[in-house]
Antibody, heavy 118, light 107 residues
Framework: EVQLVESGGGLVQPGRSLKLSCAAS????????MAWVRQTPTKGLEWVAS????????YYRDSVKGRFTISRDNAKNTQYLQMDSLRSEDTATYYC???????????WGQGVMVTVSS | DIQMTQSPASLSASLEEIVTITCQASQDIGNWLAWYQQKPGKSPQLLIY???SLADGVPSRFSGSRSGTQYSLKISRLQVEDPGIYYC?????????FGSGTKLEIK
C-alpha cells in the first residue's frame, strides 16, 4: 500500500525557517518524481514544487523560488521541503504527493499544517 | 500561467441524478488533465487522469471527457458517498494549476 507521511509542520514567525519531511513507503521511491502541494481556504490548491526521480531537476512556483528548496534522499525514501524567509501567505496545509504519468498526482499524504504568524 | 476556470462553484443534486462539472483551460493542454475528489479533513483522491482514464478503484459512474479546451467530469448516478469538493488539475506546463473547486452536496 502506498503511504506518504508528512511531518515537520507547526507555528513559525515570519522570516524564520521550517523543514517539512515526507516519508514514503509501499512503492519504489526512486522511480517516481515527487511534489509538494499546498492548500488554503482562500487560494485553494496550489502546486509548490516538484523534484525528479534522481533529484537533479527541481521546479518551483514563482512565489517560492529562492526561498523554498525541495530535495530527496532515495536511500531513506524521503523527500523534504526547506522553507526559508517564511511569509504569512505561506500559511497553508502542505501535502506531499507522488507524480505519475501526465504530470498529475496519484497519491497524496494526509497533509501537515504550517502557520506563519508572529 | 494556464488558468483553469471551473464551474459551477457549488452544486446540489438528488441521489441517482446525473452531475456534470466542467473546467475550461485558458489554452490548449491536450489530455494533461486530472480530476480529484476531496472530502472534509482528507487529502484529494484521484478520480480521472489523462482527461478520460479512470483511476484504479474509482467507480465506473465517474467519467471524464474533453471537447477542445473544455473538460468535463460526469457522475452518472449520484450516490450518497459522492459529496465533497471536486478539483481539476492541468499538468501540461508549470506552474501546474488547479481549478477553484466545485462543492457537491446531496439535495
Amino acid at each position: 500500500e502506498v503511504q506518504l507521511v508528512e511531518s515537520g509542520g507547526g507555528l513559525v514567525q515570519p522570516g524564520r525557517s521550517l523543514k517539512l519531511s515526507c516519508a514514503a513507503s509501499g512503492f519504489t521511491f526512486s522511480n517516481y518524481g515527487m511534489a509538494w502541494v499546498r492548500q488554503t481556504p482562500t487560494k485553494g490548491l496550489e502546486w509548490v514544487a516538484s523534484i525528479s526521480t534522481g533529484g537533479g531537476n527541481t521546479y518551483y512556483r514563482d512565489s517560492v523560488k529562492g526561498r523554498f528548496t525541495i530535495s530527496r534522499d532515495n536511500a531513506k525514501n524521503t523527500q523534504y521541503l526547506q522553507m526559508d524567509s517564511l511569509r504569512s501567505e505561506d500559511t497553508a496545509t502542505y501535502y506531499c504527493a507522488r507524480h505519475a504519468g501526465n504530470n498529475y498526482f496519484d497519491y497524496w499524504g494526509q497533509g501537515v499544517m504550517v502557520t506563519v504568524s508572529s | 500561467d494556464i488558468q483553469m476556470t471551473q464551474s459551477p462553484a457549488s452544486l446540489s443534486a438528488s441521489l441517482e441524478e446525473i452531475v456534470t462539472i466542467t473546467c475550461q483551460a485558458s489554452q490548449d493542454i491536450g489530455n494533461w488533465l486530472a480530476w480529484y475528489q476531496q472530502k472534509p479533513g482528507k487529502s484529494p483522491q484521484l478520480l480521472i487522469y489523462g482527461a478520460t482514464s479512470l483511476a484504479d478503484g474509482v467507480p465506473s459512474r465517474f467519467s471524464g471527457s474533453r471537447s477542445g479546451t473544455q473538460y468535463s467530469l460526469k457522475i452518472s448516478r449520484l450516490q450518497v458517498e459522492d459529496p465533497g469538493i471536486y478539483y481539476c488539475l492541468q499538468g501540461y506546463s508549470a506552474p501546474l494549476t488547479f481549478g477553484s473547486g466545485t462543492k457537491l452536496e446531496i439535495k
